[in-house]
């Protein structure tokens, strides 16, 4: 989930205290109509890396202080450490995280069920982005392929006002996080490799090296299964001319600000579905025919025109279920 279209910041170092800890388990149930929903994996998530300090990899010893030394980020990288993209991510490590950060600095708790996101507010305003590594191999992204297949999950968004959203979405970053490209040794397990058809100018490391001006954005294709807060939501595919992820510059990265918003190599705007916008006012809100002052299973399926799963993608269709209720989506 991502709080989308406001302030992020980095919230301030904090005093190291040692190696990271496991990361919020997050489990993914498959389900069939045979097997029903018997197959658990011991999915978790970890938070992505430009939310994350960045220190000296270099040093073997914290300072009196309790402190290695700050690498800065984006508009304030430390000038000794990062002279280039490529000694900055040599000499710069990625800061792990124990339970107690991700709650702590980030809002992010779990119950070993599900993960609760709370936006942080206070003197350092800060959204969480998680990513599911794999159950079985924990250096790695949990890969989908959603095609004659569905997906659901259950959220409760009664809190979200106006301004902020919880969102889900698929991106085509690669699974190990770019790791052994360039100088990235780290990889899935401390988020990197973000890429999504914005493409973000404010990645900290693309392909191994930093992104010291932020003059080069991370393209790729993005499915937003659900962004949403407790008066609306939309779901939307955004298509890119390109396969996996792409380092962009220039106007292929559909500048806004230099009037090229629809000349880069992805769809930034998206094919999307909001039912309000579409005139179904009564919909999807509080008290509406989806209720979002109670929990929501949300479902998204994914037809394809034979049936198999290689088939063609024919339809996205949505459903909703609520109080033992299935509910079609707005037509």
């Known amino acids: 989930a991502r709080p989308r279209r ?20 997050l489990p993914l149930k498959t389900c069939s109509h045979a097997a029903g929903c018997s197959a658990v994996e011991r999915t ?20 009196s ?14 000038a000794t450490l990062c002279p280039d993209p490529s000694s900055c991510a040599a000499n710069c490590a990625v800061d792990g995280l124990r339970l107690s950060d991700y709650q702590a600095r980030f809002g992010v708790t779990s119950d070993g069920n599900g993960v609760r996101m709370n936006y942080v507010t206070g003197g350092d305003r800060v959204g969480s982005r998680l990513y599911l590594l794999d159950g079985a191999d924990q ?15 259950d959220v409760d968004i009664s809190t979200l006002e106006c301004g902020i959203s919880a969102s889900l979405y698929f991106v085509e970053m690669p699974a ?40 080069s954005g991370s393209c790729c294709i ?30 292929e990265c559909g500048d806004p600000q230099q009037h090229e918003y629809y000349r880069g190599v992805c769809d930034r705007d998206g094919c999307d579905f909001n039912p309000y916008r579409l005139g179904n006012k009564s919909f999807f809100g509080l008290n509406a025919a989806v ?40 037509g």
């Open 6 to 25: 406001l302030p992020q910041r980095r919230p301030r170092r904090p005093p190291w205290r040692g190696g990271p800890g496991p990361p919020p388990p």
């Open 44 to 63: 978790s998530v970890t938070l992505d890396a430009g939310r994350r300090w960045l220190h000296d990899a270099r040093q073997t010893e914290v300072s």
């Open 65 to 78: 202080a309790g402190r290695f030394g700050d690498c800065g980020a984006q508009g304030r990288w430390n």
């Open 139 to 153: 250096s790695r992204y949990r890969m989908f392929h959603p095609k004659n297949r569905e997906l659901a999950f």
């Open 176 to 215: 190990d996080g770019g790791k052994g490209l360039g100088n990235n040794s780290a990889g899935a397990p401390y988020g990197l490799g973000y890429c999504d058809a914005h493409c973000p100018r404010d990645v900290p490391f693309i392909g191994g090296e930093a992104n010291l001006d932020g003059s």
């Open 222 to 251: 993005e499915m937003d299964v659900f962004q949403g807060n407790k008066v609306a939501t939309s779901m939307s595919a955004h298509p890119c001319n390109t396969a996996g992820l792409r380092m962009c510059s220039g106007t």
């Open 291 to 330: 209720d979002t002052l109670h929990p929501i299973t949300v479902v998204t399926q994914f037809h394809t025109e034979d049936g198999s799963d290689s088939g063609q993608l024919s339809e996205i269709r949505r459903l909703y279920v609520q109080h033992g209720r299935v509910i079609g989506n707005s």
